[in-house]
């Protein structure tokens, strides 16, 4: 699963550092607006990538495909709803993933419909594309990613609030197990199976529902 391509890796810097920069300011700002200040005190409330980045989490993306950025730290007890609200923070930061991709293939439909790659360099035209190709692939993979209830992706801090309370010490325990799983996801096929073809159906549909 792990591969390293100079040419691939340089068209992806750019919609890693946006996918970053944008999903930690997404945490930030939510938990912000809804009473934490603690992201804000962090110096998290930014879209300066350089301080959401996760070195280990920026190597992995790049050379396999998945990756995360530095946690935003939030403290629910900051929170007029608890429950509600760090739900909502949770889901904040993928949801701008989704927002960016979707985004990034309107550009490209922009780009089409004006005319402007008529007018441009052939191979200015197709790096452009290529780059606005791998920002809504990667943004769509953060977005994807972090659902997953695995600790501490933002879809365990969802599901933990829906998990019966009897329930949530056998959910905390397998917190120990949560960078074993992940390393499989990794290291394995299984991301082939499970991840990417969801992935890959959000991707074409995208495209398809702008017809590109």
Known sequence: MFHINPMSILLSLPGIF????FHEFAHAFAADRLGDSTPRSQGRLTLDPLPHIDIMGLILIIIAGFGWAKPVQ?????????????????????MINFAIALLFVVLLKLLVITGVFYFINTTITSGIEALIY????INLILFVFNLLPIYPLDGYHVLSHFVPYSNREKL?????????????????????????????????????????
Not at 18 to 21: D, K, S, T
Not at 74 to 94: Q, Y
Not at 176 to 184: E, K
């Open 172 to 212: 905390y325990r397998l917190r120990y197990f949560s960078r074993f799983i992940l390393l499989i996801i990794l290291i394995t096929p299984v991301a082939s199976y499970v991840i990417l073809p969801v992935v890959s159906s959000l991707y074409d549909g995208l495209f398809t529902l702008l017809k590109l």
């Open 134 to 137: 791998q920002t809504v692939w």
């Open 18 to 21: 946006i996918g970053f920069a």
């Open 74 to 94: 939030v403290n629910p007890r900051n929170f007029k709803n608890p429950k509600r609200d760090d739900i909502i923070v949770s889901l904040a930061g993928p």
